[in-house]
């Protein structure tokens, strides 16, 4: 029982903390989608005008 609770705490630990690291890292990725987006649309408007 003992040894179960050893195997399987640590693996629940990684995995919140790899869920978490995985949200982070999504939500940052649209944040860089969304910043591009937003310079690339000025910059066509600049462009334009």
Not at 12 to 41: G, K, P, Q, T, V
């Amino acid at each position: 029982m003992s040894l179960l609770t050893l195997f399987v705490f640590p693996s629940m630990l990684r995995w919140s903390c790899h869920e978490r690291f995985a949200s982070l890292l999504e939500l940052s990725h649209w944040a860089i989608i969304c910043h591009y987006f937003i310079f690339f649309s000025a910059l066509a408007f600049n462009y334009k005008h």
